[in-house]
């Protein structure tokens, strides 16, 4: 997609170089060495049955949803970027085109290795993401979706400004851009 190009780049968090790169095969398999080293499957993919952890068939699955909604042409629907902190994968981002009941909407979400959380650097990606949409020139909200125990997640939303919506166990943001 056109607008993977305006995410690279992103300006540095304090001492950290941060840069975000369109999601390629290579990328895929940084990421999901990555995740299964310093993320839950929960934080980063939606939920497989099976025994819990990194199982062959979450590591499938968590190849297929990347490859399916982002790298094939003929089925993706999202845009996914790597996210590197001095040069080492870190995490990914990805923007999702949505509609909404009155509006074209975009879905925001971000995870991050564990070791590199609580730094700065979703909240850097976060607004890079927002700049992103906004570029876009068709969203009027970005959207986004956690839990109610997430706190960094819930302080990162509300940082946007977004307005959070409680029901269950679930959070949604909306913010308007
Ligand atoms: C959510 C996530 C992306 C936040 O990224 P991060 O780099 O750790 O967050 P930042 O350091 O930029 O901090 C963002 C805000 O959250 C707060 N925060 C960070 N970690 C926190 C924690 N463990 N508890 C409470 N608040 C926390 C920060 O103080 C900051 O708030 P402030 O700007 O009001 O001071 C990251 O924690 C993550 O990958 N979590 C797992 C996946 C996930 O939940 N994704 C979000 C789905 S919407």
Not at 29 to 50: F, I, K, N, Q, S
Not at 66 to 83: F, G, K, N
Not at 102 to 131: C, D, P, Q, Y
């Amino acid at each position: 997609m056109a607008r993977c190009a305006k995410l690279q780049g992103v300006p540095a968090a304090g001492e950290s170089e941060i840069v975000v790169i369109p999601l390629d095969e290579p990328g895929l398999g940084r990421l999901l060495e990555l995740a299964a080293a310093e993320a839950d499957p929960l934080e980063v993919m939606p939920p497989v049955t099976g025994p819990a952890g990194w199982t062959d068939q979450r590591r499938a699955a968590f190849l297929a949803f990347h490859r399916r909604r982002s790298l094939d042409p003929d089925t993706a629907i999202e845009s996914t970027w790597v996210i590197e902190v001095d040069g080492r994968t870190a995490g990914a981002a990805r923007l999702k085109p949505v509609s909404g009941p009155s509006a074209l909407a975009v879905e925001a979400g971000v995870w991050l290795a564990r070791s590199v959380r609580g730094r700065g650097i979703g909240r850097r990606v976060t607004e890079v993401l927002l700049e992103s949409a906004r570029d876009g020139g068709s969203a009027r909200f970005v959207v986004a979706t956690t839990t109610v125990d997430n706190a960094a997640a819930h302080r990162l939303l509300t940082g946007t400004g977004a307005d959070l919506d409680v029901h269950g166990g679930s959070v949604d943001a909306r913010l308007e851009l």
